[in-house]
C-alpha cells in the first residue's frame, strides 16, 4: 500500500505549534515510506474565516522546510484540496447515507436543542441529542425540505453495539455506541462538519494514515462508523500525544507563544524548532537530540512516539537553537543576521558582520540577539550600566584609561594581541591591576560589562572607534 498522508489544518489564522508537530510528522512519515504528503484545508466553518489565513499556513510551513506534494496549488489529481471547494462532493454523499438510512434530516430547532440540554444537564446527564427526528417518515421530511424548512442532516448512531479501531500509538480502543451523539453532518447553512468532510475526503483523496492530534481522539468512533456506512475501508490511525504547558495543563497562549511565527520573529532557527518540535512525543531512542530534517527523515517512527503528554520546554528549545546556531558557520549566518542589522538601520561591510558573528555565535540565544545583546558593534553606547559604572569606574579609573587610550592610539597594528600587550604594559607602568583597566575599557566601549572577549572586541570595532569611545566615556563618566 502506498503511503498517503495529510495535514489538514484549519485556517485560524495563524500556524500554532502543535500543528507545525502534526505536519512534521506527517511529512516524516511520508518522505521515510517514499509517500505523498497532502495539505488540505479544512475552512468549513465559515464563521472562523480568517482572510489570508491560507497563503500564511503555506509560507510558514514552507519556512520550516516542510514541502507538501499536494495541496493548494499544486495538484495530484486528488483536488480541490480546499473544502470550500468542494461542497457538491459532501451533499451527494450526505444524500447517500440519508437514502440508505444511516443519516436523516433533522428540523430541531436551537430553542429546543438548548431546552434538551437544560433537563439533560438538569438530571444530570451527559448533552446529547435526543433523536426527535429520528422517525420521521423519509418521504414527510423530503417534502419538508423542499418547503423550504430549515433542517440539518444527522448521523443515525446504532443505540447498541460498540465501535473498535486501532490506533498505532493507542492500540486497540473501543467505544460503545451509546455514548456517541447522532452527530450533525451537513449543517442549516449547506456546509458539512468537520466529521462528514474529513471521512469523504480522506476517502476521496486515498489516505493511509490519518496522523492528528490526541483532540481528535473522541470524533474518530464516529468517523470509524462512516466509514462502515459507506462501506469504505478504513485508513490506519495515529493520535498523537497533547502539548502540555510546563506545569502540565495544555498548551496554551496565557503560558507562551503558541504561533510558528512568533517564533520565527523572535529568531529561533527553522532547523532548531523543527527539531525540538520533532521531540515533542518522539525521541530517537538514545542520547542523541541534535537532528537535521534529513535526519529526523530517517529515524523517524510511530513506534516511538509515546502516548503522555508533551512538555513544552522553552529552555530546551532555547539550548537546541543555541546547538543549531554553534554549527553553522559564519557565512551560513550572515544572510539571516544582515537583514536583522539592516531593519535597525545600521549600515556595517558584510567583512565586519562576519567579525561579529564570529565572536558572537557561542552567546546567542536567539538570532535577535545577534542585534539585541550586542548593538555596541553598530553604534556607540547610548548609556552606561550603572551597576558596572558603581564597581568599575572609579575616582582614578579616567586618568588609568586616558593613558591608555594614548597607548593604544600609538599602536600600529591594532589585533587583539597587540591590544592585549599594550593594556598589560600600561598596567605594569602604573602599577595596578590589569583588572582595573579590562573592566572600565569594556564598559567604555561597549556600556555593558558582559560580552566576548574584550580584546577581540577592540579589535573588531578598530582603533577610531576604540578611541572614540574611550574620549566619549571620559567625558560622560567623570
Ligand atoms: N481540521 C482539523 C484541525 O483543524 C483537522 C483534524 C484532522 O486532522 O482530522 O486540526
Not at 346 to 358: K, P
Request: aromatic share 10%; charged share 25%.
Amino acid at each position: 500500500m502506498s503511503v498517503r498522508v495529510r495535514f489538514a489544518p484549519s485556517p485560524t489564522g495563524y500556524l500554532h505549534v502543535g500543528g507545525l508537530r502534526t505536519a512534521l510528522y506527517n511529512f516524516l512519515f511520508a518522505k521515510k515510506n517514499n509517500g505523498t504528503f497532502i495539505l488540505r484545508i479544512e475552512d468549513t466553518d465559515q464563521s472562523r474565516k480568517v482572510e489570508g489565513a491560507t497563503e500564511n499556513l503555506i509560507a510558514t510551513l514552507q519556512w520550516a522546510g516542510i514541502e507538501f506534494d499536494e495541496g493548494p496549488g499544486k495538484d495530484g489529481h486528488h483536488g480541490p484540496y480546499i473544502q470550500s471547494q468542494r461542497l457538491t462532493l459532501y451533499t451527494e454523499y450526505a444524500e447517500q447515507l440519508v437514502a440508505g438510512g444511516k443519516a436523516y434530516y433533522c428540523f430541531c430547532t436551537s430553542e429546543r436543542l438548548e431546552e434538551v440540554r437544560k433537563q439533560q444537564s438538569a438530571q444530570g446527564i451527559d448533552p446529547k441529542y435526543d433523536g426527535h427526528c429520528r422517525a420521521i417518515p423519509i418521504d414527510e421530511a423530503k417534502k419538508r425540505v423542499n418547503d423550504g424548512e430549515s433542517y440539518v442532516v444527522r448521523m443515525r448512531v446504532p443505540d447498541q453495539g460498540e465501535v473498535k479501531f486501532s490506533d498505532m500509538i493507542r492500540g486497540e480502543v473501543t467505544i460503545q455506541n451509546k455514548s456517541l451523539d447522532d452527530q450533525v453532518l451537513m449543517k442549516s447553512d449547506g456546509f458539512p462538519t468537520y466529521h462528514l468532510a474529513v471521512v469523504v475526503d480522506d476517502h476521496l483523496m486515498e489516505i493511509s494514515h490519518v496522523v492528528r492530534g490526541e483532540e481528535w481522539l473522541p470524533s474518530t468512533p464516529k468517523h470509524v462508523l462512516l466509514y462502515q456506512y459507506f462501506g469504505w475501508e478504513l485508513p490506519k490511525f495515529a493520535h498523537l500525544p497533547l502539548l502540555l504547558n510546563p506545569d502540565k495543563s495544555k498548551l496554551s497562549k496565557r503560558q507562551g507563544d503558541v504561533a510558528v511565527e512568533d517564533y520565527r520573529a523572535k529568531g529561533y532557527l527553522k532547523e532548531a524548532l523543527v527539531n525540538f518540535v520533532a521531540f515533542l512525543g518522539w525521541n530517537p531512542g538514545d542520547e542523541r537530540e541534535i537532528f537535521s530534517l534529513d535526519d529526523l527523515i530517517n529515524e523517524f517512527s510511530f513506534e516511538r512516539v509515546g502516548k503522555s503528554g508533551a512538555v513544552f520546554n522553552i529552555e530546551k528549545l532555547n539550548w537546541m537553537n543555541q546547538q543549531h546556531i554553534k554549527v553553522r558557520t559564519n557565512e551560513d549566518l550572515l544572510p539571516l543576521v544582515k537583514p536583522l542589522v539592516q531593519e535597525k538601520g545600521w549600515t556595517v561591510s558584510d567583512e565586519y558582520l562576519l567579525h561579529v558573528i564570529g565572536l558572537m555565535k557561542e552567546r546567542v540565544v536567539v538570532m535577535n540577539d545577534f542585534i539585541s545583546a550586542c548593538s555596541y558593534f553598530y553604534e556607540d553606547p547610548s548609556a552606561y550600566d550603572e551597576t558596572a559604572r558603581a564597581k568599575n569606574w572609579k575616582p582614578e579609573s579616567s586618568g588609568h584609561v586616558s593613558i591608555l587610550c594614548e597607548k593604544l592610539e600609538t599602536l600600529t597594528s591594532f589585533d587583539a594581541p597587540s591590544i592585549e600587550s599594550a593594556l598589560r604594559s600600561v598596567s605594569e607602568e602604573l602599577k595596578i591591576g590589569a583588572g582595573k583597566l579590562i573592566h572600565p575599557l569594556r564598559l567604555a566601549l561597549s556600556g555593558v560589562s558582559n560580552g566576548p572577549s574584550l580584546f577581540h572586541m577592540a579589535e573588531v570595532l578598530g582603533k577610531e572607534t576604540v578611541a572614540r569611545r574611550i574620549k566619549l566615556a571620559l567625558e560622560r563618566l567623570q
